[in-house]
């Protein structure tokens, strides 16, 4: 009796792991180009724990920084780029802090 | 009424810095040295502003301009340097350095909000004269390839400039 229990207890716990890893499928890493002065996708949609990385394409420095502080790249030059991990949910709006007239989205969800 | 005259004359020179940026038939080593000449023009004034300036977003324009335009230029002067294309001095570069002097000029004779509205209203002028004279005449009478390309790829630059200097523009002349 007590073994059929802890064998209902292990078979549940595995079951929950397996749910949970289910739930979290292994983080992905994007990418957004920065080129033509744009944000490229302009809006992006991740999971949880996904990694975006920033490529800039111009010739000119750019950053990526969300307006309510989130992140912030700082400085990208040219042909460089920046990783930022999502640890937060929510919809960020970011901009270039040089280029006022690129504005993009992050949607982590 | 001599005043005025002088204030349209001065302020005609300002909006014209780039002007006769129109020649036809002009060459890849022209175009190089064209170039070059344009964002030099925006280099200078942009240093000048820099330290000039009243408003701290005009100075934050002038800072911007001084990085991007060298930017440019740096990508410029490498490609010209791989294509071994030497920039061959011609009248459309020479009258943009003369008149990109001449603008400068003036633009030190003012100071506070005078030198700030004078400076991006010049801004607002160039980089729509220069957008205008890639899309006539550089682009389309570019024949390198290479070339051609590193001009495409820098027009959103210029685009996005003259957005954020007309934003500007539209602040500074608020405030006066």
């Known amino acids: 009796m007590r073994i059929t229990r802890l064998a209902a207890l292990v078979?549940?716990?595995?079951?929950t792991l397996g749910l949970a890893a289910a739930e979290r499928p292994e983080p992905k890493t994007h990418t957004v180009t920065i080129e033509g002065l744009r944000f490229q996708p302009e809006r992006l949609t991740v999971a949880r724990g996904d990694t975006v990385v920033w490529v800039n394409k111009d010739l000119v420095p750019h950053t990526a920084t969300s307006e309510d502080g989130v992140f912030d790249s700082k400085t990208i030059q040219p042909e460089k780029s920046w990783r930022f991990t999502a640890?937060?949910?929510?919809e960020f709006a970011y901009i270039c802090t040089f280029h006022p007239t690129m504005?993009?989205?992050?949607?982590v969800e | 009424m001599k005043v005025s005259a002088i204030v349209l004359a001065a302020a005609g020179l300002l909006l014209l810095p780039v002007a006769s940026v129109s020649a036809e038939g002009v060459n890849d080593a022209q175009i190089a040295s064209i170039v070059v000449t344009a964002n030099q023009v925006d280099i200078d004034a942009g240093r000048v502003a820099?330290?000039?300036?009243?408003?701290?977003?005009?100075?934050?324009?002038?800072?911007?301009?001084?990085?991007?335009h060298t930017g440019v230029n740096k990508a410029a002067t490498d490609l010209a340097a791989k294509l071994k294309v030497i920039p061959q001095n011609n009248p459309t570069s020479q009258s943009l350095k003369a008149d990109g002097e001449k603008s400068l000029a003036h633009l030190k004779t003012l100071s506070g909000h005078?030198?700030?509205?004078?400076?991006?209203?010049?801004?607002?002028?160039y980089h729509q004269q220069v957008i205008d004279a890639l899309d006539k005449t550089l682009i389309p009478s570019a024949t390198n390839e290479e070339l051609k390309a590193l001009l495409v790829k820098v027009r959103p630059a210029?685009?996005?400039?003259?957005?954020?200097?007309?934003?500007?523009?539209?602040?500074?002349?608020q405030k006066g």
């Not at chain 2, 030198?115 to 209203?121: E, G, P, S, V």
């Not at chain 2, 210029?158 to 002349?173: C, D, I, M, P, Y």
């Open chain 1, 11 to 15: 078979g549940l716990i595995v079951c």
């Open chain 1, 87 to 90: 640890g937060k949910k929510g």
């Open chain 1, 103 to 107: 504005t993009a989205m992050l949607q």
């Open chain 2, 50 to 68: 820099a330290t000039r300036a009243t408003s701290e977003e005009v100075k934050t324009f002038a800072r911007l301009m001084v990085t991007d």
């Open chain 2, 114 to 125: 005078e030198f700030d509205k004078a400076y991006i209203d010049r801004e607002v002028a």
């Open chain 2, 158 to 173: 210029f685009v996005a400039h003259l957005e954020h200097a007309k934003r500007l523009q539209a602040t500074t002349s």
